[in-house]
């Protein structure tokens, strides 16, 4: 958290707040959009094509105006109007790091905040979006732990962001636009606040709507959902979303994990280990991402190292080195930079891609477990979270 010279911070208030009553057709599958309309008069025979076309407008164009929906007669569209909404989560303020990354502070219902952080390197540009207003979960080094779970994002909230992403880019495709592989957004990460596989369905959903070729158009390579390690859901995530998966394992022993992922209480090192190893094959993926956040002193040793390259022998992986970000009140520092290229180079020898992960945009808090939100005021002391740590 070094304080970095010049920040730009320009606050605008987008006036997009969801009308209440009206249902939004935003995050609705192709099959409930369907139903929507069929709901609201639409002929049972004609209600698959017009899905069709509101669903290009929507995703593909990124229109939101049914006036617009030029290829739908004048009245249809005045029923649309009528009954429904094309509503996106509200873009509070925008801030952006010296190093080009942008943080959005997205208003949802309720007046809940949560925050998106758009990452442009120089051969992707990728959103790190949320999936929950706060966590249930109570990982010691991550700030979002410190927060009570307010709410589920719905699935809306989700694929809301990464539309007000594409609108502040300025990337709703003219015709001829760009394939995935070029365009400014082109990555996803299920990295932001919250547990995704607690809030499955939603994720889910906006992640299907994400990869619909008729839409927003991202690969299933291209989207990459980070679980803490709820075991159930792991094979579901393979069959019904078929993305990329990261784990973040964090520690070699289940007495480390314990106390630094406590999920780890419930489902131990070994049976997250059985349920990554059908991963790669059932959902096609290449290799899982094993997050391991670098504290110094505890999780950092050579013997470590070793342990790690041992417990994931045999399952494709690569393993994403993350410094420690700290944040007010953290019970731990990061290792030093000696330690952590000492650790990198045991993984590396090894055979196992290890990249170091640089922390991004940390002049405007948006590095990895540094996001807040309104939920800040339910903090927990910096006592009670040391408590918790055992130290
Ligand atoms: N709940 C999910 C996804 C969100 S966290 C999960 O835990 O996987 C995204 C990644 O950031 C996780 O690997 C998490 O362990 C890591 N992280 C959290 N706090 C961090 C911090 N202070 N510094 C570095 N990485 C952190
Ligand atoms: Fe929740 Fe992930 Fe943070 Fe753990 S690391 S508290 S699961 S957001």
């Not at 906006?206 to 390690?229: E, Y």
């Not at 170091?356 to 808090?365: A, N, S």
């Amino acid at each position: 958290m070094t304080a970095k010279a010049p920040i730009t911070q320009d606050v605008h208030t987008i006036p997009r707040k969801v009308p209440e009553g009206k249902p939004n057709l935003i995050g609705m599958t192709k099959g409930q959009m369907r139903d929507a309309l069929i709901g609201a008069g639409t002929p049972e025979k004609q209600a698959k094509m017009r899905m069709g076309q509101i669903w290009q407008w929507i995703y593909h164009w990124g229109v939101r105006d049914f006036d617009a929906m030029t290829n739908l007669s004048k009245d249809y569209r005045a029923m649309l109007a009528e009954t429904f909404v094309v509503a996106l989560p509200e873009v509070v303020t925008r801030q952006v790091s010296t190093d080009g990354t942008r943080k959005y502070l997205v208003r949802i219902a309720g007046g809940h905040e949560v925050e998106v952080v758009y990452i442009p390197e120089e051969d992707r540009g990728t959103l790190c979006i949320s999936s929950q207003v706060g966590c249930t979960l109570t990982c010691t080094f991550c700030h979002t732990g410190t927060q009570k779970l307010v709410r589920n994002l719905t699935s809306a909230e989700i694929v809301g962001q990464i539309m007000v992403a594409r609108d502040d880019l300025g990337e709703w495709p003219e015709p001829g636009a760009r394939n995935s592989e070029t365009r400014l957004l082109s990555n996803i990460v299920l990295m932001g606040m919250g547990e995704p596989l607690y809030n499955f369905e939603n994720v889910r959903d906006a992640m299907k709507i994400a990869m619909d070729p008729h839409g927003i158009q991202l690969s299933r390579r291209r989207i990459t959902l980070s679980t803490s390690g709820v075991v159930p859901e792991i094979a579901r995530t393979a069959e019904e979303i078929g993305c990329q998966l990261a784990v973040s394992f964090h520690a070699t022993t289940d007495a480390v994990r314990d106390v630094l992922v406590p999920i780890n209480k419930r489902w131990n090192i070994e049976t997250l280990l059985e349920a990554l190893r059908s991963y790669p094959k059932v959902s096609n993926s290449e290799r899982i991402t094993f997050e391991y956040v670098m504290l110094d002193g505890v999780n950092d040793s050579d013997a470590d190292a070793h342990r790690l390259i041992k417990l994931i022998e045999g399952i494709p992986a690569k393993i994403n080195l993350i410094p420690f970000n700290e944040w007010p009140g953290a019970p731990y520092k990061r290792s030093s930079n000696n330690r952590i290229r000492a650790f990198a180079e045991i993984i590396y020898q090894a055979g196992y891609a290890s990249p170091v992960r640089k922390p991004r945009g940390e002049d405007i808090m948006a590095a990895c477990g540094q996001l807040k939100s309104a939920t800040e005021r339910a903090r927990k002391s910096a006592k009670q979270i040391a408590q918790e740590a055992g130290l």
